[in-house]
């Protein structure tokens, strides 16, 4: 029996991987050849269609005598439009965030009376099991606060006499708890890696039943509770446009598929908080924030044009930030003309950017959008459509915040959660078959051979 040191154990592993991977791969061919839709996606990109939703309506296109047709971008909860909803909020001066919740949970807004209700239940629903802050968020710090978040949804179920009753009412009251509670899983999760991995001081806010979500994540994170009227209404904005997206997105199909198998809503909502944090779903908005202070860290002149062309054609090419070739923000895989998301955040955020003076910043965000579409097409020698999508400006509106990079991901999970707790009820309430697609099998045969014959 060979003895491995930590030195030869990764060689031999580095070795093995290249075997790992050569008998891994796919030849890329195969699936045109047995038309199989890599991504769930068809050619044209529209996504395959897996299931039936009345949750939320996704829409970036028209189907017109067999051709489609980019639009402007709808989205729609419950079959309201996001701007009138949005507007509803703005215009009376209040948060519509909790109000949203009861949309997507129960498919229409509630009087006044009903919100009141609500509201009152989610205040008493923020807490937390006795110890589980010193037990569960404060003993395992990490700098991945998304983990953190998984970690302590799980153990939330060690809590829970009725974890694995999957009826209606009692998947209903797990999930009022978690979109209750998630908001402060990921603060402390976040002041615990802050404390013990960042060496700095460690303070616990309780939450406020009376405030809103919004305001009481600006409350629990910062060390003077301090928090502006307006940087809370902007937050509730974003938690908002994040709460919901169609049952086709990488977390909400994951809710899906987790739901469709009958396990218990704690393991539902880790797996979907798993796949979020991907940077090619949730994630991709932290990598946006990076990418532009990146561009601010290299472009020594925001208003020139040329100079920020230059730099995106570098980072479309490989040769700067991440060496990805993407330019993070742009582009969606369902939305062509515009994200409505975007839109909408866009104009609070600059609103807000005027007002704190970064004006210049603006500036940057405003010429990259305008410049960016015209650099990707012509690099892909394409003329399709480019759009901003929510991740473009959410780094930029969070900065403002002063949210912590570590803490954007995350928020996205707080909003997000709302979506998932509709989507699972819609899952169970249907009573569907469990989610299996099928994989063709294109592995050669091969025959067995004995241990003392192998070479």
């Not at 989205?75 to 209040?94: A, M, P, Q, W």
């Not at 239940?121 to 037990?135: A, H, M, Q, V, Y």
């Not at 410049?371 to 991740?391: F, G, M, R, W, Y």
């Amino acid at each position: 029996m060979p003895e491995f040191t930590a030195n030869t154990a990764a060689r031999e592993i580095h070795k093995l991987s290249e075997l790992c991977e050569k008998s891994n791969k796919i030849d890329p061919e195969l699936y045109d050849v047995y038309q199989v839709k890599r991504g769930l996606r068809e050619p044209n990109g529209k996504g395959v269609l897996t299931g039936l939703t009345e949750i939320s309506t996704v829409n970036g296109s028209r189907q017109e005598n067999g051709e489609i047709i980019p639009i402007e971008g709808e989205l729609r909860y419950r079959g309201i439009d996001i701007r009138e909803l949005v507007k509803g909020f703005t215009n009376s001066h209040r948060f519509g965030f909790e109000e949203t919740v009861y949309l997507l949970l129960f498919g229409s807004l509630p009087n006044p009376q009903e919100l009141e209700k609500f509201q009152a239940l989610l205040g008493f629903s923020r807490k937390l099991p006795n110890d589980f802050i010193e037990d569960v968020l404060l003993k395992s710090p990490t700098r991945d606060i998304m983990n953190a978040m998984a970690q302590a949804v799980l153990a939330m179920n060690a809590y829970d006499k009725h974890a694995d009753d999957i009826s209606i009412t009692n998947v209903l009251r797990q999930s009022i708890n978690l979109i209750a509670t998630l908001p402060m899983i990921g603060v402390y999760s976040y002041l615990s890696y802050r404390h013990f991995l960042q060496r700095r001081g460690l303070y616990i806010h309780n939450p406020k039943p009376e405030l809103s979500t919004a305001e009481n994540i600006l409350r629990m994170i910062r060390q003077d509770k301090k928090y502006d009227p307006a940087e809370a209404l902007l937050l509730d904005m974003a938690l908002i446009l994040h709460a919901e997206h169609g049952g086709g997105n990488n977390s909400t199909f994951t809710t899906h598929v987790v739901t469709s198998s009958g396990t218990d809503t704690y393991s539902s909502v880790a797996a979907s908080l798993c796949s979020l944090k991907g940077p090619k779903h949730g994630g991709a908005n932290i990598k946006a924030k990076k990418m532009f202070d990146d561009i601010k860290a290299n472009v020594s002149d925001w208003y020139d044009d040329e100079e920020i062309a230059a730099y995106l054609k570098k980072i479309l090419s490989g040769e700067a930030f991440d060496r990805s070739g993407l330019i993070y923000g742009m582009g969606h895989a369902v939305y062509t003309l515009s994200d409505p998301r975007a839109q909408i955040l866009k104009k609070y955020t600059l609103a807000l950017a005027e007002k704190n003076g970064r004006e210049n910043e603006a500036h940057l965000y405003k010429t990259v959008e305008r410049l960016a579409p015209e650099i990707i097409n012509s690099n892909k020698q394409t003329h399709k459509p480019v759009c901003i999508n929510i991740d473009f400006y959410s780094g930029f509106a969070y900065s403002m915040m002063n949210i912590p990079e570590e803490f954007i991901t995350p928020l996205f999970a707080i909003s997000r959660i709302a979506g998932w707790s509709a989507h699972r009820i819609e899952e169970l309430t249907t009573k569907g078959r469990i989610i299996r697609p099928a994989y063709m099998s294109v592995a050669t045969d091969q025959e067995y051979v004995p241990i003392t014959e192998r070479k």
